[in-house]
């Protein structure tokens, strides 16, 4: 799969695009407010050559803020986000908070083409066709809703990212189980290259066959740097070491309000 990857992966140059938006007034204002890891997820975001990513971050440590920030310095003006109703309004608040976005809220509504714009998977079981647009970006939050690939919410996500650039997938807990689970979300990324769910498992996890069938039994210790498309960032757990490192006791207190309860 990761071979497959490279061969259908965009060879995109936005480094100097970058470089400008990030001397800008905007970014000037938002980027020394990012901590240290929060500054590398964003540089993961922007610097990507594939059609997507998928980026694990512990609840409250600013996968929000990150993906906002990220896709207002590659200039993006038509992106749907698409998350749980309890977050609907988090999204809102954090649009305006980090990249001075208003976005229209669209909970229970059909589309509308212009700007950013906050959903619901359950909007888009209603709704579905007027969501398929030319979305620049789509933000999957919560994508661990994505894992199974029969779902209502797979199928609704993948019609509209058909017509869409690039998605990115956001969530605190993208295996669940296994490390199967990451192939429905690589699939939604990246399906020219994530094609065969069995080979996928097969190299990612510990496989028994018997009389009865195939099941998964566990994880195999998997190189993530293998999987360019996906980065992991501090859990919250992590935040004790970080304060430990550097004696920024914003670690444990989250002054910067991005420790929310999903």
């Known amino acids: 799969d990761v071979l497959r990857a490279s061969r259908f992966a965009k060879e995109i140059d936005w480094a100097d695009d970058i470089r400008s938006v990030r001397d800008s007034s905007f970014v000037s204002r938002h980027w020394e407010e990012l901590y240290p890891f929060q500054q590398d997820a964003v540089n993961f975001l922007t610097y990507g050559h ?4 998928l980026l694990a971050m512990s609840p409250g440590t600013g996968k929000s803020a990150v993906a906002a920030i990220a896709a207002k310095m590659l200039n993006f003006r038509r992106v ?3 998350c749980n109703r309890s977050l609907v309004g988090t999204w809102m608040r954090q649009l305006q908070l980090w990249a001075d976005v208003t976005a229209w809220n669209r909970y229970g509504d059909e589309a509308i083409s212009t700007g950013w714009t906050i959903t619901t998977y359950e909007t888009l079981h ?8 030319p979305w620049q970006l789509i933000i999957a939050d919560e994508s661990s809703r ?14 509209v990212r058909e017509g869409a650039e690039s998605i990115g997938c956001l969530s605190g807990t993208p295996i669940r189980k296994y490390a199967d689970d990451l192939y429905g979300q690589f699939k939604m990324i990246f399906p020219e290259a994530f094609t065969s769910y069995w080979r ?15 099941n998964i039994s566990g994880s195999k210790p998997i190189d993530f740097q293998h999987f ?10 992590d935040l004790v070491d970080l304060f430990e490192l550097t004696g920024d006791r914003r670690y444990l207190t989250m002054d910067l309000g991005l420790v929310v309860t999903n």
């Open 80 to 82: 749907l986000i698409v």
């Open 146 to 159: 994505l894992i199974n690939t029969d779902t209502k919410s797979y199928q609704m996500v993948s019609q």
């Open 50 to 53: 594939l059609p997507g990513s």
């Open 228 to 237: 360019y498309n996906i980065s992991f960032y501090p859990y919250w757990w």
């Open 126 to 133: 209603r709704h579905l066709e007027s969501y398929k647009l």
């Open 200 to 214: 996928f498992a097969d190299r990612t996890c510990e496989i028994e066959r018997g009389l009865w069938g195939t």
